[in-house]
């Protein structure tokens, strides 16, 4: 009996050795993963704050941005009370910039606006995150949320610092935003007239009269105003005698 009863166990006590060992050997790997992990963040680790500055500053001159970036993050993460802490967050930014990477510089401006509220650098980072939206412009038949969103944002600079520079350099960039957008309402009133939904166009004409006074779009909507107008009426004066 007791040799059958030990016969019977002998499966179950393998399969329990059998993973035993696969755990074993599973935490083996681990360990040794981890282990040449540990070592080169370690190596890594050697350089300095100086050195890591100077390596992210020599790419950022080179244009070199993604290597810049991989500098200045590791500046930032490993010595974040760091004097040039501050300088990597800006550069990273910057760099996601240069490589036309704008939903990631538009994330970092935004993380150093927040970060640093009264750091210097903050007209300059209001700008850059108005050129992230005003670099995805596109034409007048597409989504006008890019020449919106920068429209705002160059606003928002003049409003909290008029008179200084980056201010200033803003003032053309609006002019192409409050262009597009007045391009954009006018593709939509013709759309509208084209296709007889003349109340519809009427009104598009008349907030661009409203809102973009002085523009070449402006004027071409106070031009078509007047007739269109008229068709209202008439369509209104249509329904009242039915």
Known sequence: METERLQQCLPNITLKVYNMKQCLILGIC???????????ESSQMNKSAQQLANEGAAAYMNRDYQDAVKAY??????????????????????????????EDALIAYEAFENMHPRNEAVPYVINQMGMCWFKRLDTVDRDPAPAENALALFRRLIRQYPGHAQAKAAEKSINVCIDNLAGHELY???????????????????????????????????????????????????????
């Not at 993050?73 to 990273?92: M, Q, V």
């Not at 109340?199 to 909507?221: F, H, M």
């Open 73 to 102: 993050t590791d500046l930032k993460n490993w010595y974040p009370f760091s004097k040039y802490a501050i300088l990597a967050e800006l550069k990273i930014a910057d760099s996601h910039f240069y490589l036309e990477e704008y």
């Open 188 to 242: 939509v009133a013709e759309y509208y007239n084209k296709v007889d939904e003349f109340k519809a166009a009427l009104k598009r004409y008349e907030y661009i009269v409203a809102v973009y006074p002085g523009t070449p779009q402006s004027d071409i909507a106070v031009d078509r105003i007047p007739g269109l107008s008229k068709k209202v009426m008439a369509l209104e004066a249509d329904k009242g005698t039915k």
């Open 30 to 40: 681990l360990m040794l993963l981890s282990g040449c992990s540990l070592f080169e």
